[in-house]
């Protein structure tokens, strides 16, 4: 019998980013490289376990926005895209490489998008979702919703709004997954006392908090973060484990920084000749990532100075790892025995992106982790969030503490000098949102349209995405581009609505354009629904 749990939770999300106006466009890169690098890749991992009877639990949660881009048919038709192209790149470098030290990982890299494309095209027919429920169906895979679009709950104005971001993602998981979700991530791990009320009526069992959300409860938490608390309405609360998530979030102190591991930011897209490279690059043929690397992180050295990258001594290094932090949760769990004489349960989420696209062996570290945990030991047992509460359904009542995850753990990298301009905006936008739900509660044709589409364009200016890529700096002209966009049609529709002019052909465009929730119900917003 264990005497302790751990809960690996990976929260994978990307805002939605279609457009189908052009050809192709950058940001929607970021999803094929998360489907390339990171999602097919844990897929793999996750079927080799079931091949290899190897009893695991991971919870994941898949937010709405990537859900509708993962069965968007023209998001899937330039994903397939993206990953021919990579194949038909590395067919030319296996022999580009030949008697160079980059053979070895060149033939890596073949024969590993080879693979991709084989589970996307051929074993899911370009619908990794059917993946995700495969697993779940089969007991080792929770699934947990989020926020619609990931909207940062902490800072809107009303409890309507709240309402609307959680009902609707609750909504959308139904839609894919075929019935409502026990678990709910905040998006950002953002909390202020009562939104535990939305999620209660939402149907939702438990979140996840990061650490100071539970410790600086009220009363203080007996067992710390290592049980679940109840919020005063019943709904259970996780909270993040320091520890765990610092031996693989650290840059300088966790396991992704080890010199022998793959360099992420130097990239064939840079290295290679320009007129070689320049078929895989967009049509603007500006030089980008491309997502083949050839060099391992080395040490404190110029990126010109990294020397070739080992994929075996990588691989090695990932099992010792594994190995490392099985010992460290295996100490933990008989320490919180010892002194807790409870059998514990220790949180360890992380953002799912970190695993293959930042840190590229990461999915061999989970790989070697999981068949660790359950071949090489006794003590230490794989849980999700909901199978803990139905072994342990008694906890004590503690009101959490507003918290979010992030640079010093409130607000501030969704609130500070860089994004506050967006908050007037979006408070405007939310009490006209009330507005039209109540006003033409029982609206219908045209104008039950445009009322749909007025509650999806919030909810996309409601991302909390935009204001973190503004915070750190980096694609910011396109997040401050995106909020504007979505408040602007929202204005539009607003008084459009309010004429009893909507123009129809305008319309038609932005629904083709923002075609996520197609299943959104405007009344989300109004107080009758809530009754």
């Not at 699934?143 to 009902?167: R, W, Y």
């Not at 609206?443 to 445009?450: H, L």
Request: overall charge negative.
């Amino acid at each position: 019998m264990p005497i302790g749990y751990l809960a690996i939770i990976l929260h994978t999300h990307l805002p939605f980013v279609k457009h189908p106006e052009h050809e192709e466009f950058l940001e929607e890169d970021w999803l094929f490289e998360a489907v390339t690098e990171t999602y097919i890749p844990l897929i793999d991992v996750y079927q080799g376990l079931l091949d290899d009877n190897i009893d695991f639990r991971i919870t994941m949660s898949l937010t709405p926005p990537l859900c509708e881009m993962l069965v968007d048919p023209l998001l899937q038709d330039r994903c397939a895209r993206y990953i021919n192209k990579r194949v038909e790149l590395m067919e030319r470098e296996v022999h580009h490489t030949r008697n160079t030290p980059f053979h070895n990982t060149a033939l890596m890299y073949q024969q590993r998008l080879s693979k991709v494309r084989y589970i996307y095209e051929d074993v899911y027919k370009r619908n990794i979702l059917d993946a995700f429920r495969k697993f779940q169906s089969a007991g080792k895979l929770e699934i947990i919703t989020s926020a619609a679009t990931h909207g940062f709950l902490p800072l809107m104005l009303t409890e309507d709004a709240i309402h609307a971001q959680v009902q609707a993602g609750c909504n959308n998981y139904k839609k894919h997954f075929g019935k409502l979700p026990k678990g709910f991530w905040l998006p950002e791990c953002g909390y202020r006392p009562g939104i535990e009320a939305e999620l209660k009526k939402a149907g939702v069992e438990f979140f996840i908090l990061d650490t100071h959300g539970i410790l600086h409860g009220s009363p203080r938490p007996k067992y710390g973060i290592f049980a679940p608390i109840l919020c005063p309405n019943g709904v259970a609360v996780f909270g993040r484990d320091v520890e765990s998530s610092k031996q693989v979030w650290s840059a300088k102190d966790g396991y992704p920084g080890d010199w022998n591991y793959r360099e992420f930011y130097r990239d064939l897209g840079y290295d290679a000749d320009y007129d070689y490279i320049r078929p895989y690059l967009h049509a603007d043929g500006v030089r980008r990532n491309v997502g083949i690397k050839y060099y391992k992180i080395t040490g404190n050295v110029p990126l010109s100075d990294k020397q070739p990258y080992d994929p075996n001594a990588a691989r090695e290094k990932a099992a010792e790892h594994a190995g490392n932090f099985m010992f460290n949760r295996q100490a933990q769990a008989r320490y919180l025995s010892e002194h807790l004489g409870i059998k514990s349960i220790i949180i360890s989420p992380y953002d799912a992106e970190l695993y293959g696209h930042w840190w590229f062996e990461g999915p061999q570290f989970l790989n070697y982790l999981i068949r660790k945990i359950a071949c090489d030991q006794q003590e230490l047992k794989l849980i999700t969030p909901s199978e803990y509460i139905s072994e342990n359904p008694k906890a004590q009542i503690v009101t959490p503490s507003q918290s979010t995850w992030g640079d010093k753990g409130y607000n501030e990298v969704w609130l500070n000098g860089s994004n506050d301009w967006i908050y007037r905006h979006l408070h405007k936008a939310e009490e006209r949102m009330i507005e039209l739900a109540n006003s033409y509660y029982n609206a219908e044709g045209d104008t039950k349209r445009a009322l749909n589409l007025a509650a999806r364009e919030l909810l996309l200016a409601q991302s909390s995405d935009w204001a973190f890529i503004m915070t750190a700096g980096t694609m910011a002209p396109y997040a401050e581009r995106r909020t504007r966009e979505h408040i602007s049609r929202f204005i539009t529709l607003y008084e459009q609505i309010k004429k009893n002019q909507i123009d129809l052909t305008w319309l038609q465009d932005i629904e083709y354009k923002d075609s996520i929730f197609q299943e959104i119900d405007f009344r989300v917003y109004a107080k009758l629904q809530k009754l």
